[in-house]
């Protein structure tokens, strides 16, 4: 039972850092006027995410009175995953 779940933590975690290079491969892909409406909206989208969650990291930190805890790997798959749900809203959008 722990071996099985030693390896769909793997695979997850696999999974993640495929969607991680995924979103530099598709930030860096050009395309025709329709697909840069699409990047730049999602990017534009998850930006604003990342920075409005910096904020308020920041803010509970200074609430608290401790330094900030952020994990990097954690944050970089956050909006990686949230990139990917703003490509397949706008692709659905916009046609695709």
Not at 24 to 50: C, H, N
Not at 79 to 91: G, Q
């Amino acid at each position: 039972m722990d071996k099985m779940i030693l390896i769909a933590f793997g695979i997850f975690l696999l999974a993640l850092i495929i969607l991680d290079f995924s979103m530099v491969v598709s930030l860096l892909k050009s395309g025709d006027e329709r697909r840069q409406i699409i990047v730049w909206k999602a990017s534009t989208f998850t930006l604003l995410i990342v920075v409005l969650t910096l904020i308020a990291d920041v803010v509970e930190s200074i609430i608290r009175g401790e330094a900030m805890q952020i994990n990097p790997f954690i944050k970089l798959t956050v909006t990686a995953m949230l990139y990917f749900i703003e490509i397949l809203y706008y692709k659905k959008r916009y046609g695709g």
